[in-house]
Every structure is written in structure tokens, then in C-alpha cells.
């Protein structure tokens, strides 16, 4: 029967880490954790679990996780990040695929609500919730795209959606939201190409507002849907700022670079 190592990232999880892996042990027959430089006490926690993480510096999610999946012993891997929690059904289904897991090109989705600042939410920029990644697949013929953010597995031929889902438990505190989508911003235009312009980031950003908030269904989230279309905006205002401020040769991050990790 085809065995699966789970792969999971961690920085700073200490505290979604102990949801993440109960369940993530029931599916995992080798466990493979990649640490970005923790020292919120995630490395001790995963001590006293018996892990032993691999340091790898963080640059992109994609690497992160080809980097972990390249550690792995068996070629059907599930990918998660440590903010992500499996539920019962998602659990109970994945151990019974365990003995059909054949076809190389086939990858399985499951279907992920996000929750921010504690509260499930219809969107948040890009995605709308639920939304439904692949995250098992076979290393043979898949692996994550290099995208700067927002990547996903690739190569698969066909793929199925697991019953179930999974949480997505991302931007905890709204200091959080502020971190994040700077982080996610100067990554994007580090490592590609975005046409700056001050006119787009003036102009952008309140579309983006009025399509997260309305359209994407937002305000039916009530202060929260504020909080998401506010991120939306924020998002569209800050890459083609920091755009124009690299075609300036302006500095769009401080002399210290941290790690991070993608939602």
C-alpha cells in the first residue's frame, strides 16, 4: 500500500501548530516539517513531538515546499501550511485512498474555508472561500510552480476532490493582516515584474475595495468584510507603489530581511 509523507512549514506557529498535527499524524506515515527560523517556542514544541525540523531561509512558499517534498521518503505527498488544520472526513478519506493511490498523475483537492481574525469569511483577497487547492499529489509528476505568491502544485493530469475540508486559519490579529500583505507585496515585486504606476495606485485600490466588499460578497461578513476589502485595496495600492518606488531606485525594505510564510 502507498505510503504518504505529510510536508508542513512552519515559522512562528506556535500558536496553530498543535492543531495542525493531530490530524495531520493520522494521514502521515513520514512527517517532514521546514522551519524558516522560528523563536516563538515552534522548535521546542516540535522537540517535545518528537520533529526535528529542517531550516531552509525563506525567499518563496513555492520553494519552501519543493524543498520539503525533495526531503520526503515516499512520492505521494500532502502539503500544508502549519495555520492549516484537516478535518475528521478529510482524515478518514485520505487513509482510505491509501489503497488506490496508483496513478502518478492523479492530485486531489480539498476544500479549504479561511478564517480571519477567528471568523470564517467568503473571501479574502485572492481567493474566494471556500476554494478548493490541491494539496496530495505524487512528487513524480507534481511539484509547486515558482510563483512569488499565490502558487500551486503542477504536472498532475487529472484530480479529485477529497470529502471533507480544511481550515485555514490565517491573519490572527489585524497587526497580522498589516505584516502580511507587506511581506506578500515586496515578494511579488521582487520576483516579478509589475508595471508601476502612481496613477494605477491611487485609482486601483478603491476598485478593488468596491469588488471585495460587493461583489465578492464581503459585506455580508459585517465588520469583518470591511477588514478583507480593506486588505484587497491595501494589496492593489502597495505593489504598484513599491513598483514605481524600485523603477526609482528607492528601497522598499529595511537593511534586516525576515522570514515569512505565505496564507
Known amino acids: ?11 512562528n506557529s506556535l500558536r496553530t501548530l498543535e492543531r495542525c498535527l ?3 499524524r493520522e494521514v502521515a506515515d513520514e512527517l517532514i516539517v521546514v522551519d524558516s527560523g522560528s523563536t516563538d517556542g515552534t522548535l521546542e514544541y516540535l522537540s517535545t513531538q518528537g520533529l ?3 531550516y531552509r531561509p525563506y525567499d518563496t512558499h513555492s520553494r519552501q515546499m519543493n524543498f520539503a517534498i525533495e526531503l520526503a521518503s515516499n512520492d505521494w505527498v500532502l502539503c500544508l501550511d502549519s495555520d492549516e488544520f484537516l478535518d475528521p472526513a478529510t482524515v478518514e478519506r485520505i487513509n482510505e485512498l491509501k489503497k488506490r493511490l496508483d496513478d502518478v498523475g492523479q492530485a486531489y483537492r480539498i476544500t479549504r474555508h479561511w478564517y480571519v481574525l477567528g471568523r470564517e469569511v467568503r473571501a479574502i483577497y485572492p481567493v474566494s472561500s ?17 510563483q512569488p505568491v499565490d502558487d500551486k502544485p503542477t504536472g498532475f493530469t ?15 490579529s489585524l497587526n497580522e493582516v498589516f505584516d502580511k500583505v507587506n511581506g506578500y507585496t515586496s515578494r511579488l515585486v521582487r520576483h516579478k515584474t509589475i508595471s508601476p504606476s502612481l496613477l494605477r495606485a491611487a485609482i486601483s485600490p478603491i476598485f478593488a ?38 523603477q526609482n531606485g528607492l528601497p522598499i525594505d529595511s537593511p534586516r530581511k525576515q522570514d515569512g510564510q505565505e496564507i
Open 130 to 146: 471556500p476554494d478548493n487547492p490541491v494539496r496530495l499529489f505524487n512528487r513524480i509528476s507534481a511539484r509547486f510552480n515558482d
Open 22 to 24: 493531530q490530524p495531520a
Open 52 to 54: 526535528a525540523p529542517v
Open 1 to 11: 500500500m502507498p505510503k504518504i509523507s505529510v510536508c508542513i512549514l512552519t515559522f
Open 158 to 172: 487529472t484530480t479529485e476532490t477529497i470529502p471533507g475540508h480544511v481550515v485555514h486559519d490565517t491573519f490572527f
Open 209 to 246: 475595495f468596491l469588488k471585495w466588499y460587493f461583489r465578492k460578497g464581503g459585506y455580508k461578513d459585517g465588520a469583518l468584510g470591511i477588514i478583507t476589502a480593506t486588505y484587497a485595496a491595501l494589496y492593489t495600492f502597495l505593489k504598484y507603489l513599491k513598483a514605481w518606488a524600485i
